[in-house]
């Protein structure tokens, strides 16, 4: 089963568009957003955009330091310190932002790592799904009395979750570590996540989205190998680039047009690409040739009920009970 709204619907923007176009003439003053990873990448990119169509900006970060060092020409932003790999960071995080009293127009899950060496965290789970998925899990639903009614929140995935879906037989590669299907499985559960969210967020008018970004020349790549990067035909012997990736300021295109776009309105749940909504794609699509879509598993309802359970059982958090 998927989502009958997973179709584009033409929004006059593409893969070349920017954040700064994209939000062009929208005007945030008075609104406070949320950015996990808010300080390099694209993540500096959509912060940017955000505070200068007047938002203030809250970047949770793991380096405090170095997020207060990148951000510090950027007017309206703060930082407060968070480990989404740490529940207990997460906690620690959300009750400070609690007591201050204030309400989130917007929430966007940007922080993520990828293809990473066999990493574990917490009680042994395997850090890609654990970082970019259950951190996000958590963070969100401490969060959620602070969530405003009409408030967006926006997953960052990839076409990494063509990759994996989600391996219940698995869920932690106890049977064998695989750097891609497992950063596979964790981005096929942050689409998993707003297609729940979206649903359960109804009571408050709360819309999510997931959002692919596309393939950006970013500090994410900070694990492969030069060899790894040749063998996938980024870059040649002597390190140029041989595809075109976007630029940071593309990247963030799609977060930015999925937090703030009128044109979305009532479209929560879908999964988005170069600022349109993606279509559906086989589940049996190639990575390896197929450049675009989201796959049926990844908005599949069934599954998104079903992570959702897991998640809260692992976490110890929900705000749905």
């Not at 929430?107 to 970082?131: D, H, K, L, S, Y």
């Not at 707003?194 to 989205?209: D, S």
């Amino acid at each position: 089963m998927t989502s009958t709204a997973q179709h584009k619907i033409g929004t006059g923007f593409g893969a070349t568009s920017t954040a700064a176009e994209v939000i062009a003439g929208n005007d945030l003053t008075g609104k406070l957003a949320l950015v996990t990873g808010g300080y390099s990448g694209i993540g500096i990119e959509t912060t940017r955009a955000l505070a200068g169509a007047g938002a203030r900006v809250v970047v949770p970060a793991r380096r405090v330091d170095a997020a207060r060092e990148a951000l510090g020409g950027i007017e309206g932003v703060e930082v407060d310190e968070l480990d989404l790999g740490d529940l207990d960071s997460v906690e620690a995080f959300a009750e400070r932002f609690l007591a201050g009293g204030r309400s989130l127009d917007l929430v966007i899950n940007n922080a993520g790592v990828m293809a990473c060496p066999e990493t574990r965290i917490g009680p042994g789970w395997e850090a890609q799904f654990a970082t970019n998925h259950l951190g996000h899990f958590a963070l969100l639903n401490r969060l959620w009395p602070a969530v405003a009614d009409g408030a967006r929140v926006v997953a960052l995935s990839s076409r990494g979750h063509f990759f994996s879906p989600i391996r219940w037989e698995d869920l932690q590669f106890e049977r064998g570590y695989d750097k891609w299907a497992a950063y596979g499985q964790a981005k096929t559960a942050n689409v998993l996540f707003a297609v729940k969210l979206n649903q359960l967020g109804a009571a408050k008018n709360v819309q999510a989205f997931a959002v692919h970004p596309g393939g950006i020349w970013t500090p994410l790549q900070r694990h492969l190998s030069r060899e790894e990067m040749v063998e996938r035909g980024w870059i040649d012997e002597a390190g140029n680039l041989l595809v075109k990736f976007k630029s940071p300021e593309q990247g963030a295109a799609t977060t930015v047009f999925a937090a703030t776009s009128p044109q979305l309105d009532g479209l929560g749940g879908v999964y988005l690409e170069d600022c349109d909504v993606a279509d559906p794609v086989p589940v049996d699509a190639d990575p390896a040739t197929t450049w675009a879509g989201v796959k049926a598993y990844a908005i599949d309802p069934a599954q998104a009920d079903r992570l959702w359970t897991l998640s809260a059982e692992m976490t110890g958090v929900t705000a749905f009970a």
